[in-house]
């Protein structure tokens, strides 16, 4: 399933492959966010072209689109059995066969609690010690429209009440998670998990530990009974340690799921660039070595090699293809705004092999095609993947603190 192909000796980074039902992953390897199970902007083909590996899908946003088409068209969901050799779901919607991710939904419905978009990032620069009366002030802003139970989640998507009516409530736990993940057909899934705000607290990060944990059996579970049943392909699941910004209940998270026999592990969280180190010089050392890593949501290139660095296997994030819409090019020496370089006729980046570059497309040339945001997707994607290649060969050959330091300088 996985093996670890070569460790570097001055850091904990490491070369692996990853076997699916779809196909292998080399590993470290950066995971392109497919969020309904189609990358923004890119064909079938282009995916192929960019050398994508792996996609994660968003099992929230799936279930509601899914749950919209049927009631449109009036339909019924079928069940898959034993017997049926269709495609999932999900290589239905991508039209190509390769390794696929889904998330749990948690994280999108748990994040409902802040809905205010003005304390969305609020943590960013913090320190650790975050005062108790801006905590105060914005759990005052926390919506109603969210109420959470050690069996799962209560939820409205209606916004905002000053309750919560029958009429609007919805459900999302461990076995309803892990049976939307079942019937998508992702290659890898993970468990029902509570991502826990930067502005909670020590006691009601406990509180979440404890229904993550118990989740996590029950989403093992539930596994255990879909393999002996047998009715779809293998299915890679991964336990995730949460704990918020506390090491306790970071070190408590990753001994407990790292003692429960789940195929990988994910590490997830609201952190910025130092508390993601933190968090990862903490977690790492108590997960089993011979398993994958998977870091939730990070994606920025200083992140990817700090990561990476410190054993981590894989990672996903949206920023090839959601700046890729914003106009932000990727390059070896940093970052441009294609916007603002509309009368330069020179190729994205001297020596890009990506789609695009091959295309000839230059810079002021996809600035008038910029509406349809295909090449710059293309171009972005490619990079990023461009990147984990080099970094593999890096590692491989014993060079990767020297790569990492060159790249670094130049970005």
Known sequence: ?????????????????????????????????????????????????????????????????????????????????????????????????????????????????????????????????????????????????????????????????????????????????????ESLGADIIFAFDECTSPLDNLAYNKKALVRTHRWAKICLAQNEKRKMQNQTPKQLLFGIVQGGRFKSLRVKSAKFIGSLPFDGFGIGGSFGQNEMLKTLKIVVPHLPEEKPRHLLGIGKIRDVFYAVENGIDSFDCVIPTREARHGRIYTQHGHYDILKNRDKNISLEKGCKCPACKLNITKSKLNTLFRAQRFATLHNVWFFNNLMKNIRASIDRGSFKTFKKKFLSRV
């Open 1 to 181: 399933m996985f093996k670890i192909l070569k460790k570097d000796k001055s850091t904990n980074a490491r070369t692996g492959i990853l076997i699916t039902p779809h196909g292998k992953i080399l590993t470290p390897a950066y995971t392109i966010v497919a969020t309904h199970a189609e990358i923004k902007c890119l064909k079938s083909q282009d995916i192929v072209k960019t050398k994508t590996q792996v996609v994660i899908s968003n099992t929230y946003h799936l279930w509601n689109k899914i749950n919209s088409k049927r009631r449109t068209h009036n339909e019924e969901p079928k069940n898959k059995t034993s017997n049926d050799k269709t495609e999932s779901f999900l290589i239905k919607s991508l039209k190509v066969k390769m390794p696929t991710m889904t998330d749990s939904g948690g994280f999108q419905v748990f994040s409902l609690r802040y809905s205010d978009k003005r304390y969305g990032k609020i943590l960013q620069s913090t320190s650790d010690l975050f005062h108790d009366r801006i905590i105060n002030k914005i759990s005052k802003n926390k919506t109603p429209n969210v109420k959470i139970t050690n069996k799962g989640v209560f939820f409205s998507i209606d916004g905002p009440s000053t309750k919560l009516r029958a009429s609007q409530k919805r459900f999302l736990g461990p076995e309803l998670s892990m049976k939307l993940q």
